[in-house]
C-alpha cells in the first residue's frame, strides 16, 4: 500500500506569493496533520483534520489554512508568503483522530523556500 | 503546556556499540505517550519506538530500547550495535492522551554512526 505521498516535493516562491501543499493520506486513514520543520529544528503542528472539520490548530498566524476533502485528502496554504515560511512542511496521517489508539505515518515533505 | 527538550544536538557512535540518546519533557499530566522518531536524509519521519506513560515496564523494539522515569520526566533511547543506516535525526515527541493526535518534538539529536 502507498504511504503517505505530499506534492510538490521542491518549491520556490517569493515573498508575498500564495503557496498551495498537498497531501493523500494512507488508504483507510481518516486524520490528516500538517507540521512545519524549519531547518535545525523538530516539527511544529500546524493543523489537524478530521472528517473534513478541522480538529486542532498550532499557534500560526491566519495566513495559514487548510482543508480536507471527502476522499480525505488535504491541501495547506499560506499566503503573503515570508522569508520565515521557508521550512520542510510534513504531512501526517492517522486512522483516527483521537483516543488511545494509533500512530502518526508521516510523508517526505514539502520543501518551501521563500525568496 | 508540554514542552519536550533534547540536550544533546549530536552524538557519534562507532559501528556495533551502543548509545543512549537523552530527553526530558514537562507536562502536568499523568497519562500520556511518548515517542522516538527517526528522520533520515530521506526526511521523511518513521517511528522507532512509542511508551505509553501508564506502563511501567520500558519499551523495547529489537535494538532500540528505552528508560522511562516517569518522575524524573525522562526519556532516554538506547540503540545497541549500531548499524550505519542507524545514521539520521531522532527526535523526541510527546502526545497527549486526551485531545486530538498533536505531537509536541523536541529540537532532535542528529546521530552519526563511524564505520
Known amino acids: 500500500d502507498a504511504g503517505v505521498t505530499q506534492s510538490p516535493t521542491h518549491l520556490i516562491k517569493t515573498r508575498g506569493q500564495q503557496v498551495t501543499l498537498r497531501c493523500s493520506p494512507i488508504s483507510g486513514h481518516k486524520s490528516v496533520s500538517w507540521y512545519q520543520q524549519v531547518l535545525g529544528q523538530g516539527p511544529q503542528f500546524i493543523f489537524q483534520y478530521y472528517e473534513k472539520e478541522e480538529r486542532g490548530r498550532g499557534n500560526f498566524p491566519d495566513r495559514f489554512s487548510a482543508r480536507q476533502f471527502p476522499n480525505y485528502s488535504s491541501e495547506l496554504n499560506v499566503n503573503a508568503l515570508l522569508l520565515g515560511d521557508s521550512a520542510l512542511y510534513l504531512c501526517a496521517s492517522s486512522f483516527k483522530a483521537v483516543g488511545n489508539t494509533g500512530e502518526l505515518f508521516f510523508g517526505e515533505g514539502s520543501r518551501l523556500t521563500v525568496l | 503546556a508540554q514542552t519536550v527538550t533534547q540536550s544533546q544536538p549530536e552524538m557519534s557512535v562507532q559501528e556495533a556499540e551502543t548509545v543512549t540518546l537523552s530527553c526530558t519533557y514537562d507536562t502536568s499530566e499523568s497519562d500520556y505517550y511518548l515517542f522516538w522518531y527517526k528522520q533520515p536524509p530521506s526526511r521523511q519521519m518513521i517511528l522507532v519506538i512509542r511508551?505509553?506513560?501508564?506502563?511501567?515496564q520500558n519499551a523495547t523494539e529489537n535494538r532500540f530500547s528505552v528508560n522511562f522515569q516517569k518522575a524524573a520526566k525522562s526519556f532516554s533511547l538506547k540503540i545497541s550495535d549500531s548499524q550505519l543506516g542507524d545514521a539520521a535525526m531522532y527526535f523526541c515527541a510527546y502526545r497527549s492522551v486526551q485531545g486530538t493526535y498533536k505531537y509536541i518534538f523536541g529540537t532532535g539529536t542528529r546521530l552519526k554512526v563511524l564505520a
Open positions: 511508551q505509553e506513560a501508564y506502563k511501567q
